[in-house]
């Protein structure tokens, strides 16, 4: 069914230019998740994070702007092509997978990392979560997104709640081609105990919710997603 390559490469490779131009005016991406992500992050001014599946560049270059020295990287060629477009060279830049050692990253070097919607496509968090812990200063923060557990179950109609579990579905809000974008889902086990098996301190789970002014623009979907958040985003610290 698949090969050791990063699962959804090819699927984001298919869809990044529309990605990069729609994901900002999107109900779920610009008015649920990308602010819920940045409200959690809070003030970053002069500091050091790391972007961990920076896609095109949409949160790197928020905390750039912000005051943060950025470091970002991506599996998609095509996605940090056009992360660099974005960001004008104030990022650093480097094309890597989340699944694998991230030998750019100096231990201890970063306050913060920060990661929007990426981890779930690596089945294995053990791996890149070492590398984050590794990454991180004593008391650093790891903020980041994720499909919500009981949103994901009912998306991809699955039988069984607990787990890890291969999944599929077709994604057909990024421009005319219906691209099959597979995934992990994971139960709300399968998130927590990850992070505290790496030395995590869990600080923080917060559903997302969608802005206000979603609601005058698309009320279906505001209230489609108030009553079941598509994302969580959580806090965890590094003792």
């Not at 496509?121 to 923060?141: C, I, M, N, Q």
């Not at 579905?169 to 505290?196: C, H, N, Q």
Request: proline share 6%; charged share 25%.
């Amino acid at each position: 069914m698949r090969d050791d390559r990063p699962i959804a490469l090819e699927a984001y490779e298919k869809l990044a230019e529309a990605y990069a131009q729609l994901a900002e005016g999107k109900a779920e991406n610009g008015f649920t998740e990308h602010p819920a992500m940045r409200r959690h992050l809070g003030a970053v001014a002069g500091l050091k994070v790391l972007d961990a599946g920076c896609g095109p560049g949409i949160l790197a270059d928020y905390l750039s702007s912000q005051g943060a020295q950025v470091t970002a990287f991506d599996v998609s060629p095509k996605m940090l092509g056009l992360a660099g477009a974005r960001t004008g060279g104030r990022v650093q830049l480097h094309l890597a997978d989340m699944a694998a050692p991230l030998g750019f990253v100096e231990t201890g070097a970063f306050d913060v990392v920060a990661s929007s919607l990426a981890i779930d496509y690596v089945r294995d968090w053990s791996l890149p979560l070492k590398e984050f812990h590794r990454a991180l200063k004593p008391g650093g923060r790891f903020v980041f997104t994720v499909q919500h557990p009981i949103g994901a179950y009912l998306w991809y109609k699955l039988r069984d709640y607990t787990g890890v579990q291969y999944a599929e579905g077709a994604w057909k809000g990024f421009g005319a081609e219906t691209v099959m974008m597979p995934d992990y889902y994971r139960s709300f086990a399968e998130i927590v105990t990850p992070l505290l098996e790496a030395g995590f301190q869990l600080k923080k789970v917060a559903d997302t919710l969608p802005l206000e002014a979603l609601k005058a623009k698309d009320p279906k979907a505001y209230e489609e997603l108030r009553r079941m958040p598509p994302f969580m985003c959580l806090e965890a610290l590094k003792a």
